[in-house]
């Protein structure tokens, strides 16, 4: 503890850029219009998003939606919407009115990874859109990596098994071998892992049918 | 009820605590327009008459009293709250009953309720002007210091991203005083200010330290002419605390001095001295306290009523002919359209005013990224200041 005569001192106090951007964050509501409905865009309003409201749900969104706010009820439980199917879905922000296995599914169905109770109140909103909007940033960008990583992997495992193809049908070393794939792949310009591929395929190619 | 009984209306600020002695003069300021609106016949003939408790500023009572305003005093309408940590406070007691409170002091932004009117500005409406200002003619090198709560930290969020944006902008310290601070705090903190030599320093200091940290600046021999403390808070209040000595030369931002040279603002100070002579001095929270009751008092006269659901279809719009200009409550977000201002302390404990808008700024609390471009085009500069900067 620091004794009160002493002033504190916090040195970084400066926006993330992720919240700088709230104003140009492209929102859908998919809400009736009732007293929920009208909290729910008043606020996002204020806050500054451009909204949109779709009621009865629709099962397309128009392009470059960033976040949606969806009601999980009723109509909504028997529509199958394509944007949750896309291959960069947008965030979303699931609002209950009940807290039940049944609702917890379909609010998972629809990919949601905030969420907002009803009776909605203006408090709590943008909490929720931050953390979700910010979480789903930290998804987009580990699900890269994972891609990202996966592809390595695999690149490492032709390119080993491009250098024991090697190894064995010209009697040359570990090294030795690498050395001809990075030769290769150097004079043609391009990724030893495509060497790699090739040298495999080639090698089922002349080693035929064995069955 | 019948038609001829009083409208009680609650009212908290305190004349004890660390923030007593702004807030007494918001006290007086309400107090004023009430007396006003009764001398002029009431609410529909209708006496208003206010229920008073002394919060000390301290969250804990500010909860409590208003939730015996509310339970016991049956009020459907309480003004108050200076620091944020005290609005926040009565916020769930004012939402749980539905009744309605008026917030007279600028504060951080980011917040919205349908049971509060904001009076006060938003720091579209405060912090982008004084960031601008100070740093188009001292530069952007700014040192920070402030209370240690919430309104001082999102503060100086907002100042660090505008002196970002600046060629040769930094910040070079962030400093932060307990409300309730001895003189000794500051000694560290202007040691510090005098080792970095930033173009100017960003004051968010309330309450009594107020008082100390110019008196240490001044202890110290810094010279306001060269590097001097710019503060959205310190006020014709703080500085008939302090002394005009102390105080020449440092700048403040409001949308309200009682050095405003208009007959409107010059017959409200006159018609205020001779009801309750020179006990406070008036101030931009003494003049939200008092434009708010004025802005009551017209929802309440339209809707004949002071219930929430139905008074505030009439003030979300309501319009008053403020000493600062002509205010307007804004119906999206229960903010207040106001007059933004630049003022630096003269010889005589009172603001040169040395730039305002031409027109209203509409309030925008959840602006998270401000920028320095539209501000030029809307200021009007005084003509000698034009002449002094060359």
């Known amino acids: 503890m620091s004794s009160p005569a002493r002033p504190t001192s916090r040195g970084t106090r400066l926006t993330p850029e992720f919240l700088r951007q709230l104003r140009s964050l492209r929102v859908a509501v998919l809400h009736p219009k009732d007293e929920d409905g009208e909290t729910l865009t008043q606020q996002l309003q204020r806050i500054g998003c451009q909204v949109q409201t779709f009621w009865p749900p629709i099962p397309d969104l128009p392009d470059n939606v960033d976040l949606v706010f969806c009601a999980v009820d009723q109509d909504v439980m028997g529509m199958s919407f394509n944007w949750v199917r896309q291959e960069q879905p947008p965030a979303v922000i699931a609002i209950i009115s009940y807290e039940n296995p049944t609702i917890f599914d379909a609010m998972i169905k629809l990919g949601a990874t905030g969420v907002l109770t009803a009776p909605i109140r203006s408090t709590g909103i943008l909490s929720t859109l931050v953390l979700t909007v910010g979480l789903n940033e930290a998804m987009r960008k580990a699900e890269k990596r994972v891609l990202r990583l996966e592809q390595k992997l695999l690149g490492i495992n032709q390119i080993n098994e491009a250098k024991s193809i090697l190894m064995r049908t010209r009697n040359v070393g570990d090294s030795e071998a690498y050395r001809i794939i990075r030769e290769q792949a150097m004079s043609r310009r391009v990724p030893t892992e495509e060497i790699a591929r090739a040298i495999i395929h080639a090698n089922s190619i002349l080693s035929g049918p064995t069955g | ?253 409001g949308p309200y001095f009682q050095s405003i040279d208009t007959e409107r603002n010059r017959s409200c100070l006159a018609h205020f001295r001779k009801l309750f002579g020179s006990q406070v001095e008036p101030n931009m929270s003494w003049e939200s306290s008092y434009n708010q009751v004025h802005l009551f008092a017209g929802a309440f006269v339209a809707a004949n009523s002071d219930e929430r659901d139905v008074l505030l279809p009439h003030l979300l719009g309501m319009e008053f002919d403020a000493p600062q200009g002509r205010i307007r409550v804004n119906p999206s977000n229960h903010h207040t359209r106001l007059f933004p201002r630049i003022g630096r302390v003269n010889d005589s404990g009172q603001f040169t005013i040395l730039a305002e808008t031409l027109s209203g700024v509409e309030p925008d609390p ?17 003509a000698d200041e034009l002449t002094r900067r060359e």
């Open chain 2, 1 to 253: 009820m019948s038609n001829s009984d009083p409208v009680k209306v609650g009212v908290l600020f305190s004349r004890e605590g660390v923030t007593s002695r702004i807030e007494n003069s918001m006290l007086l300021g309400t107090l004023f327009a009430i007396r006003e609106i009764n001398d002029a016949g009431g609410l529909n003939g209708r006496e208003l008459v206010p229920v008073y408790y002394d919060p000390h500023s301290s969250p804990q009572m500010f909860k409590s009293l208003a939730t015996r305003l509310v339970l016991e005093d049956k009020v459907n309408v309480i003004f108050g709250c200076y620091m944020s940590s005290t609005r926040k406070a009565i916020l769930p007691v004012v939402e749980k009953w539905n009744r309605l409170l008026f917030c007279p002091t600028m504060y951080e932004g980011f917040e919205f309720s349908g049971n509060v009117i904001y009076t006060g500005g938003a720091p579209n409406q405060n912090s982008a002007l004084l960031a601008d200002y100070m740093a188009s003619r001292f530069g952007a090198r700014v040192y920070m210091v402030g209370s240690d709560y919430i309104f001082p930290y999102e503060s100086n969020r907002i100042m660090s991203d505008f002196v970002h944006q600046r060629q040769g902008g930094a910040k070079l310290g962030e400093r932060y005083v307990r409300l309730d601070a001895q003189e000794s705090a500051f000694a560290p903190i202007i040691r510090d200010i005098q080792a970095k030599q930033p173009d100017f320093i960003f004051s968010t200091v309330v309450g009594r330290t107020t008082r100390m940290f110019y008196q240490a600046f001044a202890d110290a021999g810094l010279d306001p002419a060269r590097m001097p403390i710019a503060s959205l808070c310190t006020s014709e209040e703080e500085i008939a605390e302090m002394g005009t000595r102390i105080a020449e030369g440092h700048y403040t931002a």
């Open chain 2, 366 to 382: 959840y602006l998270v990224s401000h920028s320095f471009d539209d501000w030029s085009n809307r200021l009007r500069v005084p």
